[in-house]
């Protein structure tokens, strides 16, 4: 089991400029949530999917952010434009119903 | 909400000693999930106790929870230097798991 698994770990951009981070799951988990981290803010939870369908994007804070998960082993979130506000670490998890979160080891989104 | 609050924020402590860090959360739950955050990495779960059960032991973890009170309690026994980090709760009712600040956690040699 390689875990969940994000790319790329480090991202520098320019303000403006389009930004997409990747996850794959973990195959059986049919949970999927994007978080994003931030001294400030601490960890908040973006959206999150249940086999492939969004089910709650109310943390998702502004129209520049989106997110898909054309199928179950694949999941994007893109920014677009970035902003440097956007500067976070953020993170995929995948889950089965009512266990335990597995977490990647996050994208480092720099924004300048 | 659903989210857990984490009480102390920060708490230090001598390498040996116990550390207790608390929980308290809203809504009705079906499992609370305790998960560790070392700096600059993904969080890592713990320990899960469901809803029926009032403490659950994992080495030197023990979780208690009091559906009652909505609360819970992390318990690190003979803490190690590599005990330091961020410790958050979760409590799960909905799928959704919402972190609070966590409990930043410094075991001092």
């Known amino acids: 089991d390689a875990g969940v698994i994000q790319s790329p770990r480090h991202e520098v951009t320019e303000m403006g400029q389009e930004v997409t981070l990747r996850c794959k799951p973990i195959?059986?988990?049919?949970?999927l949530f994007w978080y994003r981290q931030t001294m400030m803010r601490g960890l908040e939870l973006l959206i999150y999917f249940n086999n492939n369908v969004p089910i709650d994007d109310s943390g998702m804070p502004e129209d520049r952010f989106s997110a898909k998960m054309p199928n179950a082993s694949f999941s994007t979130l893109k920014i677009q434009p970035s902003e440097p506000r956007d500067s976070a670490v953020y993170f995929c998890a995948s889950s089965r119903q009512d266990s335990p979160l597995h977490f990647g080891n996050g994208t480092r989104l720099t924004v300048t | 909400s659903q989210q857990g609050e984490e009480d102390p924020q920060a708490l230090s402590i001598q390498e040996g000693e116990n550390a207790t860090m608390n929980c308290s959360y809203k809504?009705?739950?079906?499992?609370l999930q305790w998960y560790r955050q070392n700096s600059g990495r993904g969080l890592v779960h713990l320990i899960l106790i469901r809803s029926n059960e009032r403490e659950k032991h994992s080495g030197r973890l023990r979780v208690t929870l009091d559906t009652s009170k909505k609360s819970s309690s992390l318990l690190i026994t003979a803490s190690r230097a590599a005990d330091t980090a961020s410790y958050f709760c979760a409590p799960r009712g909905a799928q959704k798991l919402v972190f609070g600040q966590g409990t930043r956690l410094t075991i001092n040699p």
């Open positions: 195959s059986g988990h049919d949970y």
């Open positions: 809504t009705s739950i079906n499992n």
